[in-house]
């Protein structure tokens, strides 16, 4: 009635006359301004659903949205507020006799709220389970609110930030005597401290308190009251995301602490250096560790830090106990180089989570001393680092007893075909997001396995051996009687979403209330699985097997209709029209291709023989030119005296006589069968009295090639210059030996040429260790062939012309 009203002034508005339009105008923006009203308060209006025993009313404006009476078989209530609801619930709420059968009710969101007065609970004694969270405004709970509901097993203060903590201790002095959970997440203003002192144990004094969470705090100061008389009590306490102000004497105060606690969460509780190694050896003592059952450890370091562990652990007894799941997920683990001494296995551990820690490496020693781990998750790391380390092979040999593990995202290029050999209890391997190109697991042993994820990583084909070891399995799992392992879908559960480790202990006192979740999500395969979208698939006539295996056999691919390959240019979709298509034009190619390859063939081995004929005539030539070369140098009154001219600086003379001119000799004399000098030195066989210059020229025209020892103090020398000039004038075969780090850039022209020309060896004197690259068999090698070639110019050319007293005056190529 109201809208259509509104309406109707508006058309009559609209055909006014003109000369009141200003006026009509404003008229006009006045009723819409009250229709859009009218619709925003339909829209908040409060709204409640059924759902089971649940009972949820959401947007609760005015008090009078509040529900007076419920479905006869609701037990649990949820009231959500909005900030429309100003300074403090209503009384009489609960008067009518269905409120009597609540055992559970929350109250959400009052943002406007800042007082609970003491009758805001009345009517509700059988109420086991109250929340009263997130009402940022809240400040003041009256002490007695709780003295009509002695049932209370479970209290929420979460999120309540302006509440201060002695509110909370005056309203439960000496009530609640069945309280077991507490909850104050988030409870402190960032200019407070919250306190856990002796109001807090007198606050809780004469209860069953066994779970505590304060998580998500800033500072928590501990006194020693709490430690002594509340933290041994507890199973289950909940500290993350929180600073720790303890006693100093916390380590000896807090054995009988870990004595009865089952899972201790200390995520983001940052208590180690920014960079952390250590490199020693501990013992370890049994009554030192504790027994929690959940050990979550998560983001204890600093993102940016650096931690490696180098440790040797003996134990001194084998009474020791372990967590069920311990997490160090998010700690900047670089290195876990952990090594167990002795005989003791710690077998009560079942799931590790390593992951998100940028590890390098990870000991197997490490693993194996946990047999009985089922779950193992060391995703997003960097494990390629330990692709070639020959122990990345063993990393799981010990833990026979591994169901799941997670590989993902570790950058591997390479895994073992053995990586999983010993572990015949696989049920799921995840080595998605990775750059594997290539794939061949040894997985025959593996006949649990159900899913295998292979997402996002470089495949262009899956080997034929890793199809056939899956259509085995399956053979397996569908003939013959299963006995499985799985790992239980509750544990698979807890280490997917941890906070369901928490409801346990919430929801201990009822089972019926335990973990609800989407089930889709846990379930396991009946039969192997694999997931091997979004990869780097090629169709073509190589991978044409596997298209056919994909298309044709009864293995489950996940999304198979969504798979895609590289044909040609472009990117298609994988079905059976493809294949076909493929096929055809592979058959096509084949008998064109045989006829090719026949024509090829014959043209082929025509080479083959040609060039093995010609290899074999210019073996024997070089061999018969050796053996010139051999008569040349051994005999008496010859022209070449000597086949290597070694020039170099008198400054390096030392490192020449220790350590160039024995290897030259030793290599020389053995090739040549000779005793006497074959090495020509300036200092051995330069003529005293004679000129410099034309000794040189002397001592080179009686060598075939001409070998210089480059170093900054031959660079400087005016004769080891001349030297090699006088080797380019007459044309010699040069070979360089040359001092790594030479600076050459202001060397003579005629240097910088030869370095441009030859290939070279370096060579260095680190603290006295001579080091030559290539190996001297190398060098030498060369320096035969090079005189070989020039002895050969020498023989043509004294068949051309007569002798000279410089016979190689032409360039030797």
């Not at 507020?81 to 009518?96: I, K, M, V």
């Not at 370096?762 to 320096?783: A, K, L, Y």
Request: net charge negative.
């Amino acid at each position: 009635m109201i809208m259509a009203f509104v309406l109707k002034r508006v058309h009559i508005n609209s055909t006014s006359n003109a000369i009141h339009r200003p006026a009509k105008i404003l008229r006009l923006i006045l009723y819409l301004s009250i229709l859009l009203t009218v619709v925003l308060i339909c829209e908040a209006k409060s709204t409640c659903t059924v759902n089971g025993i649940n009972y949820i009313c959401s947007n609760i404006v005015t008090r009078s949205d509040f529900p007076l009476e419920l479905p006869s078989n609701v037990r649990k209530v949820t009231l959500m507020g909005t900030r429309e609801l100003n300074d403090a619930f209503p009384n009489g709420l609960y008067n009518h006799i269905t409120w009597a059968n609540v055992s559970e009710l929350s109250i959400l969101k009052f943002t406007n709220i800042d007082i609970i007065e003491k009758s805001f609970l009345n009517g509700l004694e059988e109420l086991k389970v109250i929340s009263i969270s997130y009402c940022t405004h809240l400040q003041i709970i009256d002490q007695d609110i709780f003295n009509y509901t002695p049932n209370i097993e479970e209290l929420h203060f979460d999120g309540n930030t302006r509440l201060n903590l002695s509110r909370v201790e005056a309203a439960l002095i000496d009530k609640l005597s069945n309280l077991r959970y507490l909850s104050l997440i988030g409870i402190q203003a960032l200019e407070r401290h919250l306190v856990l002192g002796d109001n807090f144990v007198k606050a809780l004094h004469a209860k069953n308190l066994s779970c505590l969470d304060i998580s998500g705090n800033n500072v928590i100061i501990v006194e020693n009251a709490v430690v002594n008389d509340v933290l041994p009590n507890l199973k289950y306490l909940n500290v993350s995301y929180s600073q720790i102000l303890a006693p100093s004497g916390l380590d000896n105060m807090a054995k009988s602490f870990f004595k009865t606690i089952e899972l201790l969460d200390l995520t983001g509780v940052q208590y180690l250096f920014f960079e952390y190694t250590t490199q020693e050896e501990r013992i370890i003592k049994g009554a030192e560790n504790s027994h929690a059952m959940y050990f979550l450890m998560r983001e204890m370091v600093n993102k940016h830090a650096k931690v490696i562990y180098n440790i040797r652990l003996r134990f001194e007894t084998c009474d020791i106990k372990f967590p069920k799941m311990f997490d160090l997920s998010k700690n900047s683990l670089i290195h876990l180089n952990i090594t167990f001494i002795g005989d003791c296995r710690l077998r009560e551990l079942e799931t590790m989570n390593l992951e998100s820690n940028n590890m390098e490496y990870i000991s197997p020693n490490f693993l194996s001393i946990f047999p009985s781990l089922k779950i193992l998750d060391l995703s997003n790391n960097l494990l390629m680092k330990m692709e070639y380390v020959e122990e990345f092979s063993d990393m799981f040999i010990q833990n026979k007893d591994l169901e799941i593990v997670f590989l993902r995202n570790n950058r591997l290029t390479f895994v073992p075909s053995n990586l999983f050999l010993t572990n015949s209890k696989l049920s799921i391997i995840d080595m998605s997001e990775n750059e594997l190109a290539y794939l061949n697991l040894n997985l025959h042993r593996a006949e649990n396995l159900t899913l295998i994820n292979l997402r996002r990583n470089r495949l262009k084909t899956l080997s034929s051996s890793m199809m056939e070891q899956f259509e085995s399995l399956l053979w397996k799992q569908n003939t013959e009687s299963n006995h499985r392992t799985h790992v239980t879908n509750g544990l698979l559960k807890q280490f997917q979403d941890r906070s369901l480790i928490g409801k346990r202990y919430r929801y201990g006192f009822n089972a019926s209330e335990d973990i609800q979740c989407e089930k889709s999500h846990f379930i396991i395969p009946l039969y192997v699985t694999t997931d091997i979208l979004e990869n780097r698939f090629v169709c073509d006539c190589d991978t044409l097997v596997f298209m056919e295996w994909i298309l044709f056999t009864n293995i489950d691919i996940i999304n198979k209709t969504e798979m895609s390959c590289k044909y040609g240019n472009t990117e298609v979709f994988l079905n059976i029209e493809l294949f076909q298509t493929v096929e055809t034009n592979c058959q096509l190619a084949s008998s064109i291709g045989i006829g090719v390859a026949s024509a090829i063939a014959i043209i082929i081995s025509i080479l083959t023989l040609a060039i093995t004929i010609r290899q074999r005539c210019k073996s024997k030539r070089l061999n018969q030119d050796l053996e010139h070369l051999k008569q040349e140098i051994l005999q008496e009154n010859t022209h070449f005296e000597f086949l290597i001219f070694l020039s170099y600086c008198s400054r390096d003379a030392q490192i020449v006589y220790e350590n160039i001119l024995p290897s030259l000799n030793r290599y020389l004399h053995e090739t040549f069968y000779t005793e006497r000098d074959i090495v020509c030195t300036g200092e051995n066989y330069f003529v005293p009295g004679m000129r410099i210059i034309e000794e040189i020229h002397r001592c080179i025209d009686k060598c075939l090639v001409v070998v210089p020892v480059i170093t900054p103090e031959f660079l400087q020398s005016d004769w080891s210059q001349e030297e090699c000039v006088a080797a380019v004038d007459r044309h010699r075969q040069v070979v360089i030996l040359m001092k790594k780090h030479t600076d050459t850039s202001r060397a003579i022209v005629t240097i910088q040429n030869l370095i441009g020309q030859y290939t070279r060896g370096t060579w260095s004197d680190n603290e006295g260790v001579f080091v030559i690259r290539p190996s001297w068999n190398i060098i030498c090698e060369g320096i035969v062939r090079a005189a070989i070639e020039a002895f050969r110019h020498y023989r043509i050319r004294n068949l051309i012309e007569p002798a000279e007293d410089n016979p190689l005056v032409e360039e030797i190529v």
